[in-house]
Nanobody
């Protein structure tokens, strides 16, 4: 069973930056598309960004170029650089495959507040 471990969240002021990391416990990581999601209480996981095995990226329309997803297959990791954070970015952030998802990890809390 693949395990996903997210880290890097925290408290940041509006306009600030954070870099999230996610490590997957699978030797076949390089074969999988990966994505970052976020979730707020009472709502479903919301897709934030996706990266293919060829490093092609797509982003949720509401991000307006403020986030960047990258991956390092040698580390079995996917990253999310979040810049110019807004209060609406407060959520628990998770990584996973965009399809046929693995079990969710514990996520990492991002709080954007003055």
């Amino acid at each position: 069973q693949v395990q996903l471990v997210e880290s890097g969240g925290g408290l940041v002021q509006p306009g600030g930056s954070l870099r999230l990391s996610c490590v997957a416990s699978t030797s076949s990581f390089s074969n999988h598309f990966m994505a970052w999601y976020r979730r707020v209480p009472g709502k479903e996981h919301e897709l934030v960004a996706e990266i293919t095995t060829f490093d092609t990226t797509t982003y949720a329309h509401f991000l307006k170029g403020r986030f960047t997803i990258t991956r390092d297959d040698s580390e079995k990791a996917v990253y999310l650089q979040m810049d110019r954070l807004q209060t609406e970015g407060t959520a628990v952030y998770y990584c996973n495959r965009p399809h046929k998802r693995w079990p969710w990890g514990q996520g990492t809390q991002v709080t954007v507040s003055a």
